[in-house]
């Protein structure tokens, strides 16, 4: 891990370079903090007997192992349709660890209708559940046709973890507008676990934040904190304000939201919140 506390699944510093999809796929200790990921490179983590579920999805254990629950309520209480009944919910990118494990849990117990988008690779490690869950393989938004006639219109759109990799690789414009078409009037999409390197800089910046690095490098060193410099390939306040006034000209109201604090990186990331009227 590098000397303050961001990596790869913190939407950390420049990567070393891609690493090969067949080590991805079949190595003993890949390095989590050096894999430059895109949907391909997922795939392959997917595949990989080595890794735990949450590894697979790009976090080290320290950084998911027992927060699930935390992150459900969270997003519960952003998207509070969840505790109702009979909605239409799209994920978009769950992964296989046990964050969806628990969404779909909470599927069957409500009635919810749950349909799962991510590579084949992931979504086989998912359950099926007759009557709650379905499953659209591929890349979104490249497979929107297919979601949008699978769906019609979703109730919620969830999209967990995610934004950073589609940021990186795709178009995020293309990407959020496909979200909000699919959104049904009175419906909400979440953008999640968003990392916003000015928020991380803000942080680090604080009196707080110099104990939490030194805290967790154990050492007395002081966090390296930069401004006016431009942070190539990574979100920023800029982005997020982007996507806020691109929802609001599709017609929708958006929100940059805090974490709960108890959340694993709450800190340095933020959540996306489209509301349909």
């Not at 209480?77 to 969404?103: E, N, Q, S």
Request: net charge negative; charged share 25%; hydrophobic share 40%.
């Amino acid at each position: 891990m590098s000397s303050s506390p961001l990596n790869a699944a913190d939407g950390g510093p420049p990567k070393d370079g891609p690493s090969s999809l067949e080590n991805l796929r079949t190595g003993r200790d890949v390095d989590l903090a050096k894999v430059d990921l895109t949907f391909e490179g997922f795939r392959a983590l997917a595949q990989n007997p080595h890794l735990s579920a949450n590894e697979r999805i790009g976090f080290p254990e320290t950084y998911r192992d027992g927060f699930e629950e935390a992150i459900l309520r969270d997003i519960a209480a952003k998207l509070p349709a969840l505790l109702g009944t009979g909605a239409t919910i799209v994920d978009i990118g769950p992964g296989c660890a046990g964050l969806p494990h628990r969404l779909i849990d909470l599927c069957r117990e409500r009635d919810h209708r749950l349909v799962l988008v991510d590579s084949a690779e992931m979504l086989e490690q998912l359950p099926d559940v007759a009557g709650v869950t379905s499953k659209i393989a591929g890349a979104f938004p490249a497979n929107r046709d297919a979601v949008r006639n699978a769906v019609g219109q979703a109730d919620i759109v969830l999209c967990y973890s995610v934004f950073h990799y589609v940021f990186a690789e795709g178009n995020p414009f293309t990407f959020l507008d496909s979200i909000v078409a699919l959104l049904a009037d009175g419906g909400r999409a979440l953008i999640g676990d968003i990392p916003n390197i000015s928020k991380r800089r803000r942080f680090f910046a604080s009196e707080t934040g110099r104990r939490f690095h030194k805290a967790f490098t154990q050492t007395d060193s002081e966090p390296d904190v930069r401004y006016n410099e431009p942070s190539l390939g990574k979100i920023d306040d800029a982005v997020l304000m982007g996507l806020i006034q691109r929802a609001q000209a599709a017609g929708a109201d958006a929100y940059v939201m805090p974490q709960a604090p108890d959340l694993p990186m709450a800190n340095r990331r933020e959540d996306l919140l489209i509301m349909k009227a």
